[in-house]
């Protein structure tokens, strides 16, 4: 029996490459893009958040320079269409275990949070929403509502005002990000 070969098997090789050059760009594509869905494998909720949280800047100078900056994410958990948003932050603050109270204000506006979590499964997660370099920074887990997710959508600026009690007595910290032409919170709060 002969078989029907396509010249020298070029075609073949060439739709073996572009299939390759497909997959490798969607196996790097969710963190690149400003919003990504993923199924947390655990717990079987669907999570919609940013390709990378954004960074959050202290305003005064801090001795070690790894906490000199914070994270800021907004997320979303699906569990067969009850949907429930949050919002994550990373901060280097002490103690880690039981931080300090975090005030989060859009455009110099307060929201009204309620009590953090501080560990995934306030969310109903069994890892964090987001991976980030400084694991040790502590967490906090707020649940927002849909009118909250649309004034950080609209955000210009954000700042979280955290005061810890050190032995030197109360320290206030202060982070801040300039969303300016970053459009990754509207496109979370569109999504």
């Given at each position: 029996?002969?078989?029907k070969?396509?010249?020298?098997?070029?075609?073949?090789?060439r739709?073996?490459?572009?299939?390759v050059?497909v997959?490798?760009?969607?196996?790097?594509?969710p963190?690149?893009?400003?919003?990504?869905d993923?199924?947390d494998?655990?717990?079987?909720?669907?999570?919609?958040?940013?390709?990378?949280?954004?960074?959050?800047?202290?305003?005064?100078?801090?001795?070690?320079p790894?906490?000199?900056?914070?994270?800021?994410?907004?997320?979303?958990?699906?569990?067969?269409g009850?949907?429930?948003?949050?919002?994550?932050?990373?901060?280097?603050?002490e103690?880690?275990a039981?931080?300090?109270?975090?005030?989060?204000?859009?455009?110099?506006?307060?929201?009204?949070l309620?009590?953090?979590?501080?560990?995934?499964?306030?969310?109903?997660?069994?890892?964090?929403p987001?991976?980030?370099?400084?694991?040790w920074?502590?967490?906090?887990?707020?649940?927002?509502?849909?009118?909250?997710?649309?004034?950080?959508?609209?955000?210009?600026?954000?700042?979280?005002?955290?005061?810890?009690?050190?032995?030197?007595?109360?320290?206030?910290?202060?982070?801040?990000?300039?969303v300016?032409?970053?459009?990754?919170?509207?496109?979370?709060?569109?999504?």
């Open positions: 029996m002969t078989s070969r396509d010249g020298d098997g070029r075609c073949s090789a739709a073996l490459e572009w299939l050059a997959l490798a760009g969607c196996a790097a594509l963190d690149d893009a400003p919003v990504v993923h199924l494998e655990q717990t079987g909720l669907t999570i919609a958040r940013l390709g990378h949280p954004l960074e959050l800047y202290v305003e005064a100078p801090r001795a070690d790894a906490s000199r900056f914070g994270f800021f994410g907004p997320f979303e958990t699906n569990q067969m009850q949907r429930q948003p949050y919002l994550w932050l990373a901060l280097p603050v103690p880690v039981d931080p300090p109270k975090a005030t989060v204000t859009v455009n110099g506006v307060p929201l009204a309620t009590e953090a979590g501080h560990a995934p499964g306030f969310a109903g997660l069994a890892t964090p987001y991976k980030i370099s400084t694991p920074f502590a967490t906090y887990y707020f649940r927002i509502d849909a009118a909250m997710v649309q004034t950080i959508g609209q955000a210009n600026e954000i700042a979280v005002l955290v005061t810890e009690d050190t032995r030197n007595g109360p320290v206030e910290s202060r982070f801040t990000l300039k300016a032409e970053d459009s990754r919170l509207r496109e979370f709060a569109a999504h």
